[in-house]
């Protein structure tokens, strides 16, 4: 078996390549061997550790599988010194982009693909998500509207971050286009002051919503046939207060085969391509503040706009 000792990490992408060029059938399992990253905690990427060998951390390892569309398996120890490094090859026809429904509606529905992530399992999105709520300081009865709800994991961390009688007295309001995500959003929370509703968001205007004091969407403004400009238009002159708070999510990332890959994916380009997510969200924070929002960007699978008067 392959054994990495000083060379660089070039030197082993260089390798593993060659390796993938050979099978890259999904599936497949390239193995070898480096340095037990233990030996080096507290240096950096390539400075020699206690066994003066390149230290790469199990970060380094996963950073490397993520961009080579692999995952990391567990890593098995050898002895003290050595451990072997596996990363499988990912299939990345197993992408839920591709699912086609007679029912485009259910494209993101309750058997879709899409389904089966829950973003609260993505520590980057739940540390970046929860710390805004947080941040803004919710208050008792306020109205709060999501949209593109789907099966509503962003009440689940709602509710997390507060006070049961504080989260009882909200009036939460989600809104989805598929029937089948509404319809298990519905069975998840059943209380009362919950309200679900099956609908194009683009229609906002028919639904007699009124204003809310928090409005969430995530990863839904940039879906094909969003009409951006009007909806955000409607949602400002409309159902927005003087001390409304706004949080929205882009997706910087994209799943393959149950792996989550760094970087917006736009069609017909191989690798990420982020000039059209950065135009998106100049746009939204443009229009925010002409409107005297304050405006925040974080976030790193999700980047995330939160807004607040």
Same mark, same amino acid.
């Given at each position: ?26 599936? %497949? /399992? ?8 233990? *030996? ?7 400075? +020699? ?15 490397? !599988? ?30 839920? %982009? %591709?699912?086609? $429904?007679?029912?485009? &509606? @259910?494209?993101?529905? #309750? ?8 973003? *609260?399992? @993505? ?8 710390? *805004? ?7 008792p009865g306020w109205r709060v509207l999501n949209l593109g709800v789907n099966k509503g994991d962003e009440f689940v961390a709602l509710k997390n971050v507060m006070a049961r009688d504080c989260f009882e007295s909200l009036e939460l309001t989600g809104i989805d286009f598929s ?5 298990? #959003?519905?069975?998840? $929370? ?5 309200? =679900?509703?099956? !609908?194009?968001?683009?229609?906002? #205007? ?5 204003? $809310?004091? *928090? ?26 207060? #003087?001390? &409304?708070? +706004?949080?929205?999510? =882009?997706?910087?990332?994209?799943? =393959? ?12 380009? &191989? @690798? ?5 997510? /950065?135009?998106?969200?100049? $746009? ?6 002409? %409107? ?14 939160? !807004?607040?008067?």
């Amino acid at each position: 078996m392959k054994k990495f000792t000083i060379e660089t990490l070039a030197d082993i992408i260089s390798w593993i390549r060659n390796q993938v060029e050979i099978n890259n059938s999904p599936g %497949h /399992v390239i193995e070898f061997i480096v340095s037990n990253p233990d *030996l080096g905690i507290g240096r950096y990427s390539g400075e +020699l550790n206690s066994k003066k060998l390149p230290h790469r951390s199990l970060k380094n390892w996963q950073d490397l !599988a993520e961009y080579l569309d692999c995952r990391l398996l567990l890593p098995q120890p050898v002895d003290e010194m050595w451990v072997k490094i596996r990363l499988q090859i990912v299939d990345k026809n197993e992408d839920w %982009h %591709h699912q086609h $429904f007679p029912d485009k &509606s @259910e494209k993101y529905g #309750a058997n879709s693909t899409y389904f089966r992530i829950n973003k *609260l399992e @993505e520590p980057t999105f739940l540390f970046d998500y929860t710390r *805004l709520l947080q941040q803004i300081q919710i208050k008792p009865g306020w109205r709060v509207l999501n949209l593109g709800v789907n099966k509503g994991d962003e009440f689940v961390a709602l509710k997390n971050v507060m006070a049961r009688d504080c989260f009882e007295s909200l009036e939460l309001t989600g809104i989805d286009f598929s029937q089948s995500a509404i319809d298990v #959003a519905r069975n998840r $929370f059943s209380g009362k002051n919950h309200r =679900f509703i099956c !609908a194009d968001i683009n229609t906002l #205007a028919n639904l007699s919503l009124g204003q $809310f004091d *928090l409005i969430i969407s995530i990863g839904t403004l940039q879906s094909p046939g969003i009409d951006r400009q009007n909806l955000l238009r409607q949602l400002v002159q409309a159902h927005v207060g #003087a001390e &409304s708070a +706004l949080i929205f999510g =882009f997706p910087n990332s994209r799943y =393959f085969d149950g792996e989550i890959k760094y970087g917006a994916h736009v069609k017909n380009y &191989s @690798e990420p391509e982020l000039s059209l997510l /950065v135009k998106d969200i100049m $746009f939204y924070k443009k229009y925010l503040q002409q %409107h005297k929002f304050k405006v925040q960007v974080s976030g790193k699978y999700y980047i995330l706009l939160f !807004a607040i008067r």
